[in-house]
């Protein structure tokens, strides 16, 4: 007999429905599981376990977060039960784990199936339940599911590989587990103790919030500039022909454009070639998740929050395919399946025919799972809520775009214009003869319709200078974050139709920031932590935010695109088999140590440290009474009592105050001499700090 473990109860009932296409004997219920015949199918709610935290390894002596116990590298990693706040294990946890550890160990049950999602995450979650629950050795096999439609959950009952075959994805997701765990509880605790504020360190919600940071900040301090180009508007044969030189002029060169508006006015202006050609304009490819999600926050303005949710209820309702996918093509061997798909999908009148090509079908771009399609399970209409009517008309849509019967006829047109000898103008134009799939799926011809002109035509020019001024970096969207994350070394697409090979090597290698599978909740938690806020479908820093990223820099944590990219690099080495996961966690924990090591005291020139939040660091030189580390530097706490105002800011001149130099200064008078402080001219300078009358004033004297 075979115990399914199901990631969901949802994907249990499916499951169910499957079997029931195999056997006569009827599922019946008991309690926390169903069987009959020759399955019992059980489940659990996603993550029943969770990693320990730091004091199962070292117990805290305050019973607070301390610095005594970091960093903190197991040996070995422990899970537990998950709990609550109260670190109290929820009943119906601690039930459901006790009904699948008696399923496992039943005596007739002699093969366990992971049924989780077909991802990493869904990988372990069931291997760590079948960790601790099995006694003994059983036959453990797995259930990939691209979809939850009953056919396809009862070919796959027939198809199901052995447990090791996926041992490669396993790893991968506990090392990224070991190392997600290691980053944000050793930082977090660390940046957290350090400046008294609750700051959540992760490998990668710290770059996307950077990301978002680094772009306001460039918006904010844009300083627009005047600029001219030299234009034509002019009626040639009734019709404007408008030409732009590109030729720039900056805002003090205004004669200069002046007169070379005069030499090319000077020019005649010839048409020396018009070509129109007929072509067929080829559908867009089918969604990957972040695909999918660009266009729905585009054009409803859905968070990705809220496109995840709805298009992982039409999946565990086996209206589309798997969700979390990183790809936009079709795997080779899925023909048969599109086939019947489009059977569907005519029914519904829509005009489709099976197609075959490297657009569409491509093994080479597919990691785990194939692009969203729907799947032959039509849903009624009334059924659905005005959302789930949005995202699955989006992908039926674009599922028929692809495989539209009708191509998009266009002419595309070409016309050169020379003025003279001192440039040559192209004006390009797009005119659609037959709309094909672009009545299926939204598309806005790029260029503009042109006027009519023919070879040998002079065309009238009176150029001018006009004023223009540079524009400021637009904020994120959902679109544009989405494309950064993919591939952060890449700028933003120019032309659509340009070859996404570049994308794929970025994602296959590790260089993405986040998964398809975690990126939509990571941002989220960058929501919920009002660390960035989603106004639209534009993102926006907010000043928590401001203070995590400016935090982590002064505290020398570097958590940008670079670090987290490398990490994923050997993450991808895991799962390849190049590295162990003991290897890519050892890298981590360095990283990690490197932080520690570096908030030591340095020497006196270079010190950066800052201490904890609440430490004492002498003496108030107006009160005498204690100085203390806050927030936002060093203050005396005699403020409430006395009305002092004696503070020191923990950042002069863009150059961090350290510790040990406001120790020095309080007893003293002075600190050492400080590198690296910077001018209003953004100059860099060193000076020795001093106190002069309960102030803290620059010495320049040596």
């Keep these: 007999m075979q115990l399914i473990i199901a990631e969901k109860p949802s994907l249990a009932r499916n499951i169910i429905q499957g079997i029931a296409r195999l056997q006569k004997d009827e599922m019946k219920k008991r309690d926390g599981y169903f069987e009959g015949g020759n399955y019992v199918v059980t489940w659990v709610f996603g993550h029943l ?22 960093p903190c590298f197991p040996s070995e990693f422990k899970f537990s039960l998950k709990t609550n706040q109260n670190k109290e294990v929820d009943p119906g946890v601690k039930k459901q784990f006790n009904t699948i550890k008696y399923l496992c160990n039943r005596k007739d049950i002699d093969t366990i199936v992971n049924a989780g999602d077909s991802d990493r995450e869904g990988e372990i979650i069931v291997r760590l339940c079948v960790r601790y629950a099995l006694e003994g050795q059983k036959r453990f096999v797995r259930l990939w599911l691209p979809d939850q439609t009953p056919e396809t959950i009862s070919q796959g009952l027939t198809e199901m590989k052995d447990e090791s075959e996926y041992e490669s994805l396993a790893n991968e997701g506990f090392a990224r587990t070991y190392i997600d765990w290691l980053y944000g509880v050793n930082l977090t605790r660390f940046a957290t103790l350090k400046t008294g504020k609750l700051l959540r360190v992760g490998r990668v919600i710290v770059p996307i919030v950077k990301a978002i940071y680094d772009r306001d900040l460039a918006i904010r301090n844009f300083v627009p500039e005047k600029y001219f180009v030299i234009t034509s508007h002019e009626k040639t044969n009734e019709e ?192 659609i003869t037959q709309p094909g799939w672009t009545k299926f799926d939204d598309y806005t011809p790029k260029d503009k319709i042109l006027p009519k002109l023919n070879k040998g035509d002079i065309v009238n020019i009176d150029f001018k200078p006009q004023e223009k001024e540079t524009t400021p970096p637009k904020h994120y ?100 088999g190049e590295f162990t ?96 402080f910077v001018s209003k001219n953004k100059k860099t300078f060193d000076a020795v700090l001093k106190l002069e009358d309960g102030k803290v004033v620059f010495d320049f004297s040596n």
């Design 581 to 676: 996961i003991d290897h890519s966690v050892g890298l981590a924990e360095k990283e990690i140590k490197d932080v520690f090591e570096r908030s030591k005291d340095l020497s006196p020139e270079l010190d950066t440290n800052i201490g904890l939040f609440g430490e004492v660091v002498g003496k108030c030189p107006l009160c005498d009474s204690d100085v203390v580390r806050t927030k936002f530097g060093y203050g005396c706490s005699g403020y409430k009592e006395k009305g002092c105002k004696f503070s020191i800011n923990k950042t002069i001149c863009q150059r961090v105050i350290s510790v040990s130099n406001v120790k020095m200064l309080l007893a003293t008078g002075k600190t050492s001499k400080i590198q690296g």
């Design 477 to 576: 969207t959902i679109e544009t974050l989405n494309n950064y994350l993919k591939n952060p070394f890449k700028e933003d697409k120019a032309n659509a139709d340009e070859s996404d090979d570049e994308d794929y090597k970025a994602i296959f290698e590790g260089l993405e920031l986040g998964t398809e599978a975690t990126r939509t909740g990571i941002i989220e938690n960058a929501c919920k932590s009002a660390y960035i806020m989603l106004k639209k479908d534009t993102y926006h820093i907010l000043p928590d935010g401001e203070y995590l990223i400016e935090a982590l820099s002064q505290l020398g944590i570097s958590m940008d695109k670079y670090k987290t990219s490398e990490m994923g690099q050997a993450l991808k080495k895991v799962f390849r």
């Design 49 to 70: 376990f969770s990693l320990a935290d730091i004091e199962d390894y070292s117990p805290s002596k305050s019973g607070r977060w301390e610095m005594d116990n970091l």
């Design 240 to 431: 404007f022909v408008d030409l732009t030189s590109k030729s720039r002029f900056t805002k003090d060169e205004q004669q200069k454009a002046l007169d070379e508006c005069a030499k090319y006015n000077s020019e005649q202006a010839v048409v020396t070639s018009v070509k129109t050609k007929k072509d067929t304009l080829s559908p867009p490819k089918l969604f990957s998740l972040s695909k999918l999600q660009s266009y729905l926050g585009k054009k409803y303005k859905m968070s990705m929050d809220d496109s995840l949710s709805t298009v992982q209820k039409l999946y565990e309702d086996g209206y589309v395919t798997y969700p979390r996918t990183n790809s936009e093509y079709l795997a080779t061997a899925e023909q048969g399946k599109m086939k019947s798909i489009i059977a569907g999908v005519a029914k519904m009148g829509y005009p489709v025919q099976f197609k075959f090509s490297k657009a569409i079908f491509d093994d080479s771009k597919i990691e785990s799972h194939s692009a969203l399609t729907p799947t032959y399970k039509i849903p009624d209409p009334k059924a659905l809520n005005e959302r789930e009517k949005q995202v699955y008309s989006t992908i039926l849509r674009r599922f028929v775009a692809v495989f539209c019967s009708e191509d998009c006829l266009i002419e595309k047109s070409e016309i050169k214009i020379n003025v003279g000898k001192l440039e040559e103008f192209v004006l390009k134009g797009t005119v």
